[in-house]
């Protein structure tokens, strides 16, 4: 069974940094883009960030370009955000997914593959 597991949240100041890890069984990471999403409560979900199979390209949301960034390490079927200056407006619940794509096709969906999300609170 393909399972994605994402770990590394938590509560961290204003300024802070985490980094988030999503580690896939039941399937080889090595081909699959990993794209990172996020939703704060009462607002709706935003894709942040996407990794292509081999880490080779990635890109970002206009909203975090500069403090996060995303690497993996296919040796250990993970692929990491690493999350620096954070901000109040960051807190919500972190996903990876995967639809199977080597590169980031912009069309992961609900019928994809999904972590079941981790909690960053950044307070003030």
């Known amino acids: 069974q393909l399972q994605l597991v994402e770990s590394g949240g938590g509560l961290v100041q204003t300024g802070g940094s985490l980094r988030l890890s999503c580690a896939a069984s039941?399937?080889?990471?090595?081909?699959?883009?990993i794209t990172w999403f996020r939703q704060a409560p009462g607002k709706e979900r935003e894709k942040i960030s996407c990794?292509?199979?081999?880490?080779?390209?990635?890109n970002y949301a206009d909203s975090v370009k500069g403090r996060f960034t995303g690497s993996r390490d296919n040796d250990k079927s993970t692929a990491y955000l690493q999350m620096n200056n954070l901000k109040p407006e960051d807190t919500a619940v972190y996903y990876c997914a995967t639809d199977l794509h080597y590169y980031c096709s912009g069309s992961v969906g609900s019928n994809d593959y999904w972590g079941q999300g981790t909690q960053v609170t950044v307070s003030s």
């Open positions: 990794i292509s199979g081999n880490g080779g390209s990635t």
């Open positions: 039941g399937f080889t990471l090595d081909y699959y883009a």
